[in-house]
């Protein structure tokens, strides 16, 4: 169990489209998040289409994320779908496990874990969704506020921002507070970028 104290920090859908040349370099995902390198979170990936090896299914180096966060390159490729194109170099493939699913699979992995995936060479969408899990604790040493949804346990103090559920479809204020948090989020994002970093230019995972 992570924490009887839980957040949703971030919930999102992952879409490659059919033939796409698109990629994932290796990467972890929490280096450019402002969280430093905590183990408390964890992202649940759910397929709701069929995500095999030829649509392009992430695949990771086992154990990876017992390390700390490595350097990264930020490569700026246009064929990465990465906000950063940002890049691990050096992994050797032999040691990568592919982790195909059908609809409905979920896998788990940790921010620290490198992971890449691969184009979409199927006849079908590839369509994944993220749900990001954190405990209160993720923001205690960083800097400025973040948001996320208190999903169990006590409401989270110190560099929280608690948000609700959604007042309906598309509700107004809804919308303008999402707005805020994709301003805050990219600023993080992005910070010490050479280049205009875009919070979601596209499939990142």
């Known amino acids: 169990?992570?924490?009887?104290?839980?957040?949703?920090?971030?919930?999102?859908?992952?879409?490659?489209?059919?033939?796409?040349?698109?990629?994932?370099?290796?990467?972890?995902?929490?280096?450019?998040?402002?969280?430093?390198?905590?183990?408390?979170?964890?992202t649940a990936w759910i397929a709701l289409s069929d995500v095999s090896v030829k649509a392009g299914c992430m695949r990771f180096i086992p154990g990876s994320h017992k390390g700390?966060?490595?350097?990264?390159?930020?490569?700026?490729?246009?064929?990465?779908?990465?906000?950063?194109?940002?890049?691990?170099g050096g992994i050797d493939e032999s040691q990568a496990v592919h982790s195909p699913l059908k609809p409905g699979e979920m896998s788990l992995h940790h921010g620290r874990c490198f992971h890449a995936s691969g184009?979409?060479?199927?006849?079908?969408?590839?369509?994944?969704?993220?749900?990001?899990?954190?405990?209160?604790e993720v923001c205690d040493q960083a800097p400025g506020r973040d948001w996320a949804m208190p999903l169990r346990g006590e409401a989270p103090a110190g560099g929280w921002?608690?948000?609700?559920?959604?007042?309906?479809?598309?509700?107004?204020?809804?919308?303008?507070?999402?707005?805020s948090i994709i301003e805050g989020q990219t600023a993080t994002l992005a910070a010490g970028a050479?280049?205009?970093?875009?919070?979601?230019?596209?499939?990142?995972?």
């Open 1 to 42: 169990m992570l924490s009887p104290n839980l957040l949703a920090w971030s919930v999102e859908l992952f879409i490659k489209e059919p033939g796409s040349n698109k990629t994932v370099f290796w990467h972890q995902d929490i280096t450019y998040w402002g969280m430093g390198e905590t183990d408390d979170e964890v």
């Open 68 to 88: 700390g966060i490595v350097d990264h390159e930020d490569t700026f490729s246009a064929d990465n779908l990465l906000s950063r194109g940002q890049e691990i």
């Open 119 to 136: 184009a979409n060479r199927s006849d079908d969408r590839r369509i994944g969704l993220a749900i990001r899990y954190v405990t209160p």
């Open 161 to 179: 921002s608690c948000i609700a559920g959604p007042r309906g479809l598309f509700h107004a204020a809804d919308l303008a507070l999402y707005d």
């Open 194 to 205: 050479e280049q205009d970093v875009s919070m979601y230019g596209g499939t990142k995972a």
